[in-house]
Structures are given as structure tokens and as C-alpha cells.
């Protein structure tokens, strides 16, 4: 990392984390005081506080970096997204994959009520975290045996949902790196199934058990593929603070939640098929360097972002002054340990976010090839039985 981008980084990081902790703040007294008289109140409250960090990191993509995202889809889906509740599959193909939610949700109107599954250790992040648990995120532990549980309990409360939201979910469980493609493709050959290219077999429990719950109130789910043409690197964290810009292709295509199949194990074969047909989408788009054959949405950069940012630096700038002079009335010593401790504490934070976004540091999910063989294994009776 260069100067000038741990520069960046750091500049970030006191906007990022300042900003939070004032949001966190109004988050938690909506929470003690509103949730409990209703639900449907907080809810259409913290979707405006639920969009202040995303929209942070937006600014950081879209006019920093001057990063770009191509929508290809078809008329039909383009005129649902963002206007119903929605189950939405994301192969998990670079670093940036959970901007991309936001990226969307911000062009289709509905950024505040994006919701996602993440490992439980990330609501314990300052201020990101802690909005994310505010915002009701669903934190699991990859321990199916209490997950199970803890999802079935966080779609049932999202039934009274007042708000068009999409709960986002990488049923890869892990990240896509070469090292993990290449697990999956010895152990693909090994089981006699589609060996992969471009993705990783799907683990797909979760997603069965989110179709059973939401089937009754959920219409549709969301089948989003993620790639970058040739001409640009691969997106990550570190290009963005350092202003490359990147180019984003996303692909989505809806199916209706009434068409899937009724029993679970049908439900675990379609999504392993959805994922082969996939793969072959990103052989075709690693051909074309574009998804053919849809239509093309450009999205631009949204001027919100820019208000944001520049609204929350005259908010710091002025708070920096105002400690100024409550520090000088402080021994000095007193004032320069308050500073130090503040900016490390910032620079510690971003080096934590920034090293939790990169590829290689995930760790997949905790299934194992004996579990995996047995699902496959039932799934493949349950095809002969029907044909």
C-alpha cells in the first residue's frame, strides 16, 4: 500500500467510523425506545439510518474509485426488482460481492432494507457491525445444528416486514479463490458430479430452509451472477482506497418462489442446477466479456452518496475544532492521549475491515465432503424416484 492510499485509507476510516458511531448511537435509542411500541415504526426509521455507511462506501465506489456496474437483465425482472421481498443467491466471485447488493438497492430505491447472512463474529465490529445487527442482518455461527434454529426464528420476524427487502445469501459459503476451486474440482470428479470452473459447489441447507419458511410470503427469488470483463482487474477492497477504476457485470434473473419444487430435496437439486447453469453463464461471459442477449442498465452515480460524505465532513471538521478547544483546556498530555488512542483506534479498525474483505483470509463454511455426499447422495434418489 502506498502513502497516498494509506492516506486514504486512514481519511476514510475517520469519516467511516465517526460517522457510525453518531448512527449506531440513534440506532440504539430507536431500539430501546421505539421497537418495543412497534416493530413497523423502527423499522421505517432504521432504513434511513441503515443507509448512511452503505452510502459511505458507495462514494469510496462510485466517485473515488469511479467504479462502474453494468445490469443485464430482462424486462420483466427489471420492473419487480426492489418492489417486492426477495430471496436473492449471489455466487461469490471477488471481494466487493456485498457492495453489490448495496450498489443495486441503491439504484432500485430499497438500500435501507437490504439484508444479508454473515458470519456472527461480524456484528461484534464497531460501529459496521453494529449497524449491521441494528439493521437485522442474520449473523449464523456455520454450525447447522444451531443455525437451524436461528434462521428459521429471523424469517419468521421478517414476515411483518413493512418494506420491500431483499435477504441476500452465498450458499458457496466461502469465497471464490483458485486454491477452493481446485478442492472442488477434485472432489466433484471423485463424487461423479458437473465439475466446476467458475464457481463452487453450492452448500445448500440454508438455502432449503429459507425457501420452506419464506415460500408464504416471499414471491420471488433472485438469482444474481457476479463477473468483470478482461479489461478490468479483479475488484477488491485495496483498488478502490487506491482510486482504480473498476467495471462490475451483474446478471440477474427472477424466478417465482411458487415454481420451485416442494420437497427439500428438489429444492437442494434445483439450487446445485442453478449453479452448474451458472457456471455456464460465466464460460459464455468469459467468451463475450459480456452477458448477451439481455438488456443493459448503466448505474450511475447516485448524487446521494456525494451529499452524504460531503455533509458528514463539515459535521467532523466541526467537531475537530470544537475538541480542539475542549483539549486545550486539558493538560496537554491528556489531550495528545485522547488524539492517539482515537487514531490508532481508527487505523486498527480499517486494517481489520480491509484484511476481512480479502479473498484468501475466508474460511469455508464448515460442512464437510461426508455431509455434502450425503445430501448429494439423497438428492439423487429422490431424482430417480421422479423420473
Known sequence: MTIASAAVVFLFGILLF???????????????????????????????????????????FHWWAGAKLKLFTD??????MGKE???????HKIELDWMVGWVLGQHLGCLGSILSVAKKSTKFLPVFGWSLWFSEYLFLER???????????????????????????????????????????????????????NVLIPHTKGFVSSVSHMRSFVPAIYDVTVAFPKTSPPPTMLKLFEGHSV????????????????????VAQWCRDKFVEKDALLDKHNAEDTFSGQEVHHVGRPIKSLL???????????????????S??????????????????????MQILILSS???RSIPAKETPANLKTELSSSKKVTNKEN
Request: glycine share 4%; hydrophobic share 50%; charged share 20%.
Open 328 to 349: 486545550s483546556l486539558l493538560s496537554s498530555w491528556k489531550g495528545k492521549a485522547f488524539s492517539v488512542i482515537g487514531l490508532g483506534t481508527v487505523a486498527l479498525l
Open 75 to 80: 424486462p420483466e425482472t427489471f420492473r419487480l
Open 85 to 91: 421481498h426477495a430471496l436473492v443467491i449471489i455466487n
Open 247 to 266: 467495471e462490475l457485470h451483474v446478471h440477474i434473473k427472477r424466478h417465482a418462489m411458487k415454481d420451485l419444487p416442494e420437497s427439500e430435496d428438489a
Open 143 to 197: 454450525n447447522w445444528a444451531k443455525d437451524k434454529k436461528t434462521l428459521k426464528s429471523h424469517i419468521e420476524r421478517l414476515k411483518d416486514y413493512p418494506l420491500p427487502f431483499w435477504l441476500i445469501i452465498f450458499v458457496e459459503g466461502t469465497r471464490f479463490t483458485r486454491t477452493k476451486l481446485l478442492a472442488a474440482q477434485q472432489y466433484a470428479a471423485s463424487a461423479g458430479l458437473p465439475v466446476p470452473r
Open 358 to 360: 480479502q479473498a484468501e
Open 308 to 326: 452524504v460524505v460531503i455533509s458528514w465532513v463539515v459535521v467532523i471538521i466541526f467537531g475537530a475544532l470544537k475538541f480542539l478547544q475542549w
Open 18 to 60: 465517526t460517522s457510525g458511531l453518531i448512527i449506531n448511537l440513534f440506532q440504539a435509542f430507536c431500539s430501546v425506545l421505539v421497537w418495543p411500541l412497534s416493530k413497523n415504526a423502527y423499522r421505517r426509521i432504521n432504513r434511513v439510518f441503515a443507509e448512511f455507511l452503505p452510502l459511505e462506501f458507495l462514494w469510496l
